[in-house]
């Protein structure tokens, strides 16, 4: 008589049934869903304000992003009195200029993934994708050496991007959107092992005609 109570006692508190697993997805459609969602349809100027930190020193002011259409962007910042403290340009996946006070800037897909952009480059191996139960999608490449990225995508657009080094996290953008913003509202850049980190908190942006194809080499 015990033995079956106890018995039953241990049934009922057992384990619940399984969460169901997730849905399976096609890595093609996702890619192609991200691509046409961030792809750029002409030239922007946005405005933002920054903030840079690393572990002896805190810089702050604003910046301008100039985009264009195919894959052209420009970032400067500067103090609160105008004077400049970074400027770069990536041109598709090649980053140009110099990083200035604040530090090493983002990596080309790092890069593109703070703008909001889903943007792997050619040099990235499509290892497959995954969906997860809070409804975002993950994107997963590799890259020579011991490089792998991770895009974590929701309802198509960029979410979060990580960098992996050796399979350990090395630098990261996280962003946050408003549901209906062209671009992401703020982005923070972390580079892990040297607690660097640059925010991005969008003020501003405008569709603007075009840009002079000069600014896309900047220091020369």
């Known amino acids: 008589m015990w033995v079956l109570l106890i018995t039953s006692a241990l049934v009922a508190c057992g384990p619940g049934p399984a969460p169901p697993p997730a849905p399976s997805v096609d890595a093609e459609q996702v890619i192609l869903a991200a691509e046409n969602r961030s792809a750029l349809d002409g030239a922007y100027r946005v405005v933002f304000d920054w903030t840079a930190s690393e572990p002896d020193a ?110 350990q996290l090395s630098e990261e953008v996280t962003l946050r959107r408003n549901s209906d913003g062209r671009f992401p509202t703020e982005a923070t850049y972390r580079h892990l092992a040297e607690r660097r980190e640059l925010r991005l908190t969008l003020d501003t942006t405008e569709h603007v005609e075009s840009f002079p194809p000069d600014i896309w080499n900047p220091g020369s």
């Open 58 to 167: 805190r810089f702050n002011g604003r910046g301008v992003a100039r985009l264009e259409a195919p894959y052209r962007a420009r970032l400067d910042l500067f103090t609160g009195n105008g004077e400049g403290v970074a400027s770069a340009a990536l041109v598709e996946d090649d980053l140009r200029g110099t990083p200035g006070q604040i530090g090493p800037l983002p990596p080309p897909a790092l890069f593109w993934g703070a703008l909001g952009i889903f943007r792997p480059g050619r040099t990235g191996n499509l290892q497959g994708a995954r969906a997860h139960r809070d409804g975002t999608t993950e994107v997963i490449y590799r890259y020579p050496g011991t490089q792998e990225v991770r895009y974590r995508l929701r309802d198509g657009n960029v979410e979060r991007v990580e960098l992996l080094r050796g399979g």
